[in-house]
């Protein structure tokens, strides 16, 4: 990848134009993600895959970020930082960090015994400070700070058994398929890691408890119409092979990757909004995009035939009562 705007390779610090604001950047140079194009003695060889360096990674949120501003807006964020790349140790933050600008949002939560003030990321300035941060992946919760306790997504999260993308592409499809008779529009993405999160949009009406029994319940069907392939079995040996449709993100304060968002694994893939009809393409797979190409298959638009208005539960539960 090019790098970003900062300064060059000899140099500590650069500097981002994003938005309204120039955001400073530290270590550009830093290597977070290291190549496929190296010999063991550490020298450069020909072809393979490179570095992606800090300033790599601030230009791709940088360049992603009217893909994916919409998607965090509003919303309390954890992020997965990793400050010395991924050969280095990896921390989950909640909290606003110390140095963290005046100008950006941020989102005092409840939990448990006190609170805890989440950075919220609504415009292109924040996302390229938090990746200044080295925070590498944006997790998300499922509702927004304004009322956390109704959530605006719904997401099923099919985790395959094994690293093996074909049960996953069978289950979305036959996921899809219950959620249609439910009258719920869904869309679709890869999360950069094994599967797939299928995300239903919701109205904001139905508290948490409801909507995680209705997803329970969603899967409950789901896994009796293929019950040799899919389960819904919490204990991983209870799985006996099969596929984990997992819904325990829908609840208070839990998050989901967020679309757009880098996954700390080897060539840096990204969680990828999808359509339905790449589902069923066996070329996709769960790392099928990395920052190097992400950005070709967001201008796709691959969601824009799912209503941007959130639906209501309380008609696709009689629906679903009836299947039960």
């Known amino acids: 990848m090019s790098a970003t705007g900062a300064d060059s390779a000899g140099t500590e610090e650069g500097s981002v134009r994003a938005g309204r604001r120039t955001v400073r950047i530290h270590r550009p140079q830093k290597v ?12 450069r060889t020909d072809g393979g895959r490179a570095d992606v360096t800090k300033a790599d990674l601030v230009e791709y949120y940088r360049s992603v970020a009217r893909h994916m501003l919409p998607e965090l807006r509003g919303r309390p964020l954890m992020l997965e930082r990793h400050p010395d790349g991924l050969d280095g140790p990896r921390f989950m933050q909640k ?15 409840a939990k448990k015994g006190g609170t805890v003030t989440h950075p919220v990321c609504d415009d292109t300035a924040t996302l ?9 992946t944006f997790h998300r919760w499922l509702s927004r700070a304004d009322r956390p ?8 999260d099919l985790d395959p058994a094994r690293d093996d993308f074909e049960p996953v592409r069978a289950a979305a499809l036959l996921l899809r398929e219950l959620l249609d008779e439910l009258a719920l529009p869904a869309s679709v993405m890869t999360t950069g890691s094994k599967g797939l999160h299928v995300i239903v949009r919701l ?18 069907v789901l896994a009796a119409r293929d019950p040799d392939r899919l ?13 984990y449709l997992d819904v325990q993100r829908n609840a208070y304060a839990q998050t989901a990757v967020a679309p757009y968002s880098v996954r700390p694994k080897e060539g840096a893939p990204v969680a990828t909004p999808i359509s339905w009809d790449q589902v069923k393409d066996p070329a996709v797979t769960a790392r099928r995009w990395t920052v190097t190409d992400v950005l070709e298959q967001a201008r796709t638009r691959p969601w824009s035939d799912v ?3 959130g639906r209501s ?11 039960l």
């Open 203 to 220: 109205d904001r009406r139905t508290a948490f408890d409801e909507v995680r029994a209705f997803a329970m319940d969603v899967a409950r």
């Open 95 to 109: 909290n606003i960090p110390g140095n963290y600008p005046d100008w950006a949002r941020r989102a005092e939560m």
């Open 32 to 43: 977070l993600f290291p190549g496929s194009d190296r010999s063991t003695d550490g020298t």
């Open 313 to 323: 539960l309380a008609p696709a539960r009689r629906r679903l009562d009836t299947l």
């Open 231 to 243: 389960t819904t079995e919490q204990r991983t040996d209870a799985r006996a092979g099969r596929l």
């Open 307 to 309: 209503p941007a208005r």
């Open 128 to 136: 390229v400070f938090l990746a200044d941060q080295a925070s590498v």
């Open 149 to 156: 306790d109704h959530p605006d997504r719904l997401v099923f």
